[in-house]
T-cell receptor
Framework: AQSVSQHNHHVILSEAASLELGCNYSYGGTVNLFWYVQYPGQHLQLLLKYFSGDPLVKGIKGFEAEFIKSKFSFNLRKPSVQWSDTAEYFCAVNPSIYGNNRLAFGKGNQVVVIP | EAQVTQNPRYLITVTGKKLTVTCSQNMNHEYMSWYRQDPGLGLRQIYYSMNVEVTDKGDVPEGYKVSRKEKRNFPLILESPSPNQTSLYFC??????????????FGAGSRLTVL
């Protein structure tokens, strides 16, 4: 089945460590790609998005993501995390087969940053 | 303030007792959608609506109904709730067209428990 895969559901790291969260999808064709973040007790917010152009996209709060088409991946990175980055992170894919109507979400990465 | 408002935020009910979760947005968005979030499963789309009187099933529509009589409102109806519908529900909206492509604005969530 076509899907969005996020690995390492639970990630625990110390402040100032680097973070990389993997996202792989299995849809062919054109895709729009997103990372959403959900801070504890809050709703989802857009972290960054990729539609076209430069495959390295920068989002809010120092996050960036790289689209590698050949690997069907859109990994999220942050060089130095802070305690306030503790949250759940969701990768989402809008494949062209869905038109502009639907997003497929990954299962999420629960990230805990220890002060 | 641009927002998506859901009510109730928390609800405990019993099996078979009909309930409605309301969703309202003040951004004049054409597209609205309902998701449920379950631990380890991420977000799964229940229903979406492209415009007034236009709705379609998402990935997990069983046991739910929706209606879109007005542009701003998109209620989620559980005619006969069952315990497997215990979940955290999110409503979201966005503009249609490329500029709004799946950049969703989420509500704060409604936590539903069915006993």
């Amino acid at each position: 089945a076509q899907s969005v895969s996020q690995h390492n559901h639970h990630v625990i790291l110390s402040e100032a460590a680097s973070l990389e969260l993997g996202c792989n999808y299995s849809y062919g064709g054109t895709v729009n790609l997103f990372w959403y973040v959900q801070y504890p007790g809050q709703h989802l917010q857009l972290l960054l998005k990729y539609f076209s152009g430069d495959p390295l996209v920068k989002g809010i709060k120092g996050f960036e993501a790289e689209f590698i088409k050949s690997k069907f991946s859109f990994n999220l990175r942050k060089p130095s995390v802070q305690w306030s980055d503790t949250a759940e992170y969701f990768c989402a894919v809008n494949p062209s087969i869905y038109g502009n109507n639907r997003l497929a979400f990954g299962k999420g990465n629960q990230v805990v940053v220890i002060p | 303030e641009a927002q998506v408002t859901q009510n109730p935020r928390y609800l405990i009910t019993v099996t078979g007792k009909k309930l409605t979760v309301t969703c309202s947005q003040n951004m004049n968005h054409e597209y609205m959608s309902w998701y449920r979030q379950d631990p380890g499963l991420g977000l799964r789309q229940i229903y979406y609506s492209m415009n007034v009187e236009v709705t379609d099933k998402g990935d997990v529509p069983e046991g739910y109904k929706v209606s879109r009589k007005e542009k701003r409102n998109f209620p989620l109806i559980l005619e006969s709730p069952s315990p497997n519908q215990t979940s955290l529900y999110f409503c979201a909206s966005r503009e249609t067209g490329f500029t709004g492509a799946n950049v969703l604005t989420f509500g704060a969530g409604s936590r539903l428990t069915v006993l």
